[in-house]
């Protein structure tokens, strides 16, 4: 029996909005996938209305919070010899996580607040902690893959597909309901874990990891006149994948995105992560990469 | 939920070991010891469990089968029904699908329901009595979660489902991965510490409290203090050093007026003679198990509150107001919008012998049950089922109500000047105060003004 050594590639790419002043989206990723470096991958669109005026920050401060304990937990996750962890990490990632991700993220908001306070604010009482995070409004949407198990959370709008190792393309955050309505949950509402959606996924079988998990914000889904246009769209990524391999569809990305952006005229980020020893398939054959990057990598086009 | 691709494929085919053959339909879920798949089978459609090879442990398998042969047929429970044999690494058990209308309490604490305090009050009702069946029977639970009961938000009818931690009583194999619901003993690993009825009633607490107040007992300030899975921290909170978020006498896990803020409101909303049996359950109960609050208790106390619970007449919001018997302070203001609650008038039910006394607020549309009228009932039943008697509105002249007789037989209603009444199947008694009335099989029961 061959003993695989498994690894991910990911590629992540973020386009500024047509007429847009700032990019308001924010993506990292981290890690290998390994039980001591888990892969982190994470998503988060600012509101950016005026009433949101820091919601570019807001979605940096998501992103990072969300890197730092999603890593804490692939880590714990660790090994799945005890029947009991298994139980306790479920619990942790559906009920305590999302307090978690919401309680570090607004401290981080509001420290920021205070740090820097608007000019405008200077001689009026001070705005109580829900005004001030409104500011920051923001989604997120972050996924953590261990050797054994794949858990995502999700506030807000923006999509997550997970391609099964028989190519099917499920959407397990999508909700019930497709949200119609323009208001979308955020990061800084009211009880804001209560709308944190959970996907949980041990997998145990070498031969069912999914291949492909991919994130983006709904600058891309909006872009597509079809509800189905999402799926689509990772079907065909899937497919490019296997065809030009993983360097033809990194090169490719930003084409496609700045494509969707014109349409959706919003910001438009996808991150994803792509099983390595599915791309090294056939058919063409490529030397086994040995991608060891475990700083966190992001984008950095909206800081300048 | 989309896309979710399991252990086995839709279209396997198992066969468990009663000969019943076995057909995947899809994945219903995943869970903290395996998925649960829908699947066919000649009895139609049921539901199967089938463990994380990590978790398919000889020991489990045990447990299983014993599960399976002890052919526990009680509705309020999903059990396993038949064993399904090893399949490439693993393997399961058949059980009933779970109705759509029950939901989990992650939905409730979500705030994704839509429910009543009169339906979590039945819903807590419900669950002792489950468990305290399960208990007369020598079954120790050791897995009380919240993620194994469920319930219906319009009745309160409750679902105990994944019943593949019981035990028979004495029984140490295994314990539960979650600490928030296990007794403190268990989770320190005291010698002799082993999970049974009395670990049980620590569980039952934990749950009752979460149901009603929508909060961990013990997650107060202390928790905020905690990094993500820190094993030594939660043992600390749960086990070496618990402290309740309300304990009278220290105050040093009280609820975050941020980040705990339903638990305060929750907890104001709440009857004192909850509160009190909450308190000595994560006082005392803590420290020494047989202190703890037992099922009858808990019974007792649910089904008082329960019959007190009244409607703001501003609002219509449900309130929990003092079963009589307890301290009456002035009426609280309603929880809901800060108006003072108007108490309706009560019927005092006297049961037949041994004589008990059961008070039930009379707000609009209040219902007495079959059980109201006995003095120790096997089981509470709020269903329309077991209705005996509705307060309803007479029809021409608003505002004026009256007890309908929802039984066949015919009660006598003596009102205050001493003039009696036949009240027939289907008809009406004017509620007055001082009305007696002669429910039959011994019971009666009287109305007052306050």
């Known amino acids: ?304 | 939920m989309s896309g979710m691709t399991g252990m086995l494929d839709s279209g396997t085919r198992l066969t468990a070991d009663t000969g019943e053959e076995v057909q995947v339909v899809d994945m219903l879920g995943a869970g903290g010891q395996g998925e649960v798949y829908r699947v066919k089978t000649s009895a139609g459609e049921k539901a199967l469990k089938w463990y994380y090879p990590t978790c398919a442990t000889a020991e489990q398998e045990g447990i299983v089968r014993e599960l399976v042969s002890r052919d526990f047929d009680d509705d309020r429970f999903l059990w396993p029904e038949a064993y399904v044999p090893w399949h490439r690494g693993s393997f399961g058990y058949l059980m009933g699908l779970r109705p759509e209308r029950f939901k989990g309490l992650p939905a409730l604490f979500r705030r994704q329901l839509r429910t009543s305090t009169r339906a979590l009050l039945t819903a807590c009702l419900y669950t002792v009595e489950a468990y305290q069946a399960l208990h007369s029977r020598g079954i120790a639970y050791r897995d009380i979660s919240w993620g194994n009961v469920f319930f219906d938000p319009d009745t309160g009818d409750i679902l105990v489902c994944d019943n593949d931690n019981a035990v028979v009583e004495g029984d140490a194999s295994g314990i539960s991965g979650t600490m928030e619901f296990m007794a403190p003993e268990l989770v320190r690993g005291e010698p002799g510490a082993r999970p049974g009825t009395q670990s049980d009633l620590h569980s039952l607490a934990v749950l009752l409290f979460m149901f009603l107040m929508n909060h961990h007992p013990l997650k107060g300030r202390r928790e905020l203090a905690i990094h993500c899975l820190d094993e030594a921290a939660e043992r600390k909170l749960y086990g070496k050093n618990p402290l309740f978020v309300f304990d009278p006498a220290d105050d040093s896990n009280e609820p975050d007026p941020m980040e705990h803020a339903t638990v305060l409101a929750t907890w104001d909303a709440s009857a004192g003679a909850l509160q009190e049996l909450f308190r000595r359950g994560f006082t005392a109960g803590l420290h020494d198990p047989a202190v703890r609050v037992r099922e009858s208790e808990w019974r007792d106390a649910l089904r008082a509150v329960r019959d007190a619970v009244v409607e703001c007449a501003s609002c219509g919001r449900q309130n929990m107001t003092e079963p009589d018997g307890h301290q009456q302070s002035a009426p609280r203001p309603c929880w809901g919008c800060g108006e003072r609650l108007v108490l309706p008038p009560r019927l005092t039910v006297t049961t037949p012998p041994p004589r008990t006394e059961r008070h039930i607020r009379l707000p609009r549309a209040a219902r007495l049950h079959a059980h109201h009228l006995l003095a120790e009932p096997a089981r509470h039943d709020y269903s329309d089922a077991s209705l005996v008697a509705e307060l309803v509105e007479h029809p021409t002249k608003p505002g004026r109500f009256g007890i309908a007789n929802r039984t066949r037989e015919n009660w006598t209603g003596t009102r205050s000047d001493g003039t009696s009444q036949q009240i027939g199947p289907g008809q009406t008694v004017p509620l007055r105060a001082g009305l007696e009335l002669d429910l039959g099989g011994g019971a009666r029961a009287v109305v007052r003004a306050k």
């Open chain 1, 1 to 304: 029996m061959t003993v695989l050594v498994r690894s991910w590639d990911t590629l992540a790419e973020s386009v500024q909005g047509t007429g847009k002043r700032q990019n308001q989206d924010w993506y990292a990723f981290a890690g290998t996938g390994s039980g001591a470096d888990p892969l982190v991958l994470a998503v988060a669109d600012g509101h950016g209305s005026a009433a949101h005026a820091r919601s570019a920050l807001g979605a940096r401060f998501a992103v990072d919070r969300f890197v730092a304990l999603a890593t804490e937990f692939g880590r714990a996750a660790g090994s799945c010899d005890e029947p009991g962890r298994l139980a306790r990490l479920m619990n942790y990632a559906r009920n305590d996580f999302p307090r978690a991700l919401v309680q570090a993220w607004r401290q981080e908001a509001l420290g920021h607040w205070s740090r820097h306070r608007p000019v405008a604010d200077l001689g009026r009482p001070e705005p109580d902690a829900d005004e001030k995070l409104t500011l920051y409004g923001t989604t997120l949407i972050g996924a953590v893959v261990t050797p054994w198990l794949l858990t995502a959370w999700q506030v807000g709008d923006g999509d997550l597909a997970v391609v099964g190792h028989d190519g099917s393309v499920g959407r397990p955050l999508a909700p019930a309901e497709e949200d119609l309505g323009d208001e979308t949950e955020s990061l800084c509402g009211p009880q804001a874990w209560r709308a944190v959606r959970t996907h949980w996924a041990p997998v145990f079988e070498e031969a069912r990891i999914p291949r492909l998990v991919v994130l983006s914000t709904d600058g891309l889904s909006k872009s597509f006149a079809s509800g189905d246009g999402f799926t689509e769209f990772v079907e065909g990524m899937d497919g490019r994948l296997a065809t030009e391999g993983f360097e033809g569809v990194r090169t490719a990305l930003p084409d496609w995105l700045r494509h969707a952006s014109r349409y959706s005229g919003d910001d438009t980020t996808l991150a994803a992560a792509l099983l390595h020893s599915y791309a090294a398939r056939p058919p063409t054959e490529t030397e086994p990469k040995t991608d060891t990057r475990t700083d966190t990598h992001t984008h950095t086009d909206s800081e300048n």
